[in-house]
């Protein structure tokens, strides 16, 4: 299995952190973003969006850190990180949608706002990422993971933005619950340090 990333990218650790919780080996090619490698063929032909992360397991292409999650959990998880039963996989991916638009589009671009890296307002990607934080510290708040009582691809999807929220000079302080579940992310067994 190869996953196609790049240096500093959470949405490439997200699909690395699941596979290194799954034990599961594979190759980790860095795309180089600087010379541009994302935006030319051949890695055009891998994800039209130019972006990474992108897989390749057993000839199939897989583009978006949450397809790859979800393609991960279900053929190497079983049952664990992203149940069958319709109810549950629902409950999953509510979350995984936090990571796909408050936690994306607040706290990952307003980081890269602040890092000059990216244009636009900080301030409205900031208001937009704290909406996102209060949504998760009210269900952290009474529950030690954000579905079905036990770590799924819903925390590791939101995890690395979040985690990274104060490189986004977003303080992390005004929610207890959403640090003391970040501590709790980093003690899972085959956890992968995020940078
Ligand atoms: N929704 C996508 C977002 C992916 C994304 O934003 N990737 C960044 C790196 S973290 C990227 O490749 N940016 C390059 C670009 O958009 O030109 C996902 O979850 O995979």
């Known amino acids: 299995m190869k996953l196609y ?9 997200k699909v690395a ?22 935006k030319r063929k051949p890695f055009t032909e891998l994800n039209p969006r130019s972006q990474v992360p992108v897989l390749e397991d057993n000839g199939r292409v897989l583009w978006d850190s949450s397809a790859c999650l979800a393609y991960v959990a279900r053929k190497y998880g079983g049952e664990r990180w992203l149940p069958s039963d319709p109810g549950q996989m629902g409950e999953v991916l509510q979350w995984v949608a936090v990571a796909l ?21 900080f301030e ?4 937009l990422g704290r909406k996102g934080l ?14 079905l009582g036990r770590p799924t691809i ?39 340090r995020l940078d």
């Open 101 to 121: 638009n408050e936690i994306q589009f607040g706290l990952q671009y307003g980081r890269g706002i602040a890092q000059g890296r990216r244009s636009g307002s």
């Open 5 to 13: 990333t790049t240096k500093g990218s959470g949405n490439g650790y």
């Open 134 to 147: 209060n949504v998760l510290e009210a269900r952290l708040k009474n529950n030690d993971w954000l579905a």
């Open 154 to 192: 819903a925390d590791v999807a939101c995890y690395p933005y979040t985690a990274r929220a104060p490189q986004a000079n977003i303080a992390l302080a005004p929610y207890p619950a959403v640090v003391a579940w970040i501590r709790r992310i980093e003690t899972l067994p085959g956890y992968l």
């Open 124 to 127: 409205e990607c900031a208001e």
């Open 17 to 38: 952190l699941l596979l290194s919780l799954l034990n599961k080996a594979h190759e980790r090619i860095i795309v180089d973003f600087p010379g541009g490698e994302h």
